[in-house]
């Protein structure tokens, strides 16, 4: 796939800081290449929770969004490592972003104002509508999470840097994955995922062509490029893999000449 750039690989987790609560628990820790956030096997929701978030940054990246740097490190039991509550993590890969400067959405307009990319909100629509992404804002507002969406602080002093992250529940919305994402519902689910009210507003109909030339150019190699590369521990068996890659290519070939239809009906 194209956009890669230099991959950020730690080696090895020196330490653990603090264990976290939401849904995968994940682990604030110290490596040999800066401080992270780790999601690690034997979390509650399961392994197939790391393979959407690897596949969502990973798909993020490619549709031209700023994201966290990532890696698939392995734990070993070694190191001691134990999710809030107590319980050890599993030991293999684990799926790791490194810490940036900022935080959560607090849901203001104002906020926004001080994005320097605020056209990327508009990719990060699609990029939601794309991977079926409930964890924004889902369909109709019945899941509104202002804090996935990342205001980093690597930006001009008062300014802030939207980034995509946390993609662990894409595609099944947290449920396991199974071959059925492979079929024609998912892949013509007709709903936008991830417009916020006040995304709305804020719709880039230039930044929108572009994603949608751009979800036009994506081929089935790509996607089986990256449902390839997913750790045989996380129990994504061949047939959902492939049902992984089925529905991406076709859902993408199906945005890509309708999703700015949806968004802004009166551009392009």
């Given at each position: 796939?194209s956009?890669?750039?230099?991959?950020?690989?730690?080696?090895?987790?020196?330490?653990?800081?603090?264990?976290l609560?939401?849904g995968t628990r994940?682990?604030?820790?110290?490596t040999?290449?800066a401080?992270?956030?780790?999601?690690?096997m034997?979390?509650p929701e399961?392994?197939?929770?790391?393979?959407?978030?690897l596949?969502?940054?990973q798909?993020?990246?490619?549709?031209?969004?700023?994201?966290?740097?990532?890696?698939v490190?392995?734990?070993?039991?070694?190191?001691?490592l134990?999710?809030?509550?107590?319980?050890?993590?599993?030991?293999?890969?684990?799926f790791?972003t490194?810490?940036?400067?900022?935080?959560?959405w607090?849901?203001s307009?104002?906020?926004?104002?001080?994005l320097?990319?605020?056209?990327?909100?508009?990719?990060?629509?699609?990029?939601?509508?794309w991977?079926?992404?409930?964890?924004?804002?889902?369909?109709?507002?019945s899941?509104?999470?202002?804090?996935n969406v990342?205001?980093?602080?690597?930006?001009?002093?008062?300014?802030?840097?939207v980034?995509?992250?946390?993609?662990?529940?894409?595609?099944?919305?947290?449920r396991?994955?199974?071959?059925?994402?492979?079929?024609?519902d998912?892949?013509?689910?007709e709903?936008?995922?991830?417009?916020?009210p006040?995304?709305?507003?804020?719709?880039?109909?230039t930044?929108?062509?572009e994603?949608?030339r751009?979800?036009?150019e994506?081929?089935?190699?790509?996607?089986?490029?990256?449902?390839?590369g997913?750790?045989q521990?996380?129990?994504?068996?061949?047939?959902?893999?492939?049902?992984?890659?089925?529905?991406?290519?076709?859902?993408?070939?199906f945005?890509?000449?309708?999703?700015?239809?949806k968004?802004?009906?009166n551009e392009g």
């Amino acid at each position: 796939m194209s956009r890669s750039r230099d991959p950020w690989q730690p080696t090895r987790i020196l330490r653990q800081e603090i264990g976290l609560g939401t849904g995968t628990r994940p682990i604030k820790v110290v490596t040999d290449r800066a401080k992270a956030y780790l999601k690690a096997m034997g979390n509650p929701e399961g392994p197939h929770v790391l393979a959407c978030d690897l596949l969502g940054t990973q798909l993020a990246r490619w549709l031209g969004l700023p994201t966290f740097d990532f890696a698939v490190i392995e734990v070993k039991a070694e190191y001691g490592l134990r999710f809030l509550g107590g319980e050890p993590v599993t030991p293999g890969p684990a799926f790791l972003t490194r810490e940036d400067a900022g935080d959560g959405w607090g849901g203001s307009d104002r906020q926004l104002d001080q994005l320097i990319n605020p056209e990327d909100l508009t990719r990060l629509v699609i990029l939601d509508t794309w991977i079926l992404n409930c964890d924004r804002y889902a369909p109709g507002g019945s899941r509104i999470n202002w804090r996935n969406v990342f205001l980093s602080e690597q930006a001009p002093a008062g300014r802030f840097l939207v980034r995509a992250m946390d993609h662990s529940h894409c595609f099944t919305c947290g449920r396991p994955l199974t071959p059925r994402i492979g079929h024609i519902d998912p892949i013509r689910d007709e709903r936008i995922y991830g417009l916020f009210p006040e995304f709305r507003p804020r719709l880039d109909s230039t930044a929108g062509l572009e994603a949608a030339r751009r979800l036009g150019e994506f081929r089935r190699s790509d996607a089986d490029s990256l449902t390839q590369g997913i750790p045989q521990e996380w129990d994504v068996d061949r047939a959902t893999r492939d049902a992984l890659a089925q529905f991406l290519t076709s859902r993408a070939a199906f945005l890509g000449a309708s999703i700015m239809d949806k968004l802004c009906p009166n551009e392009g």
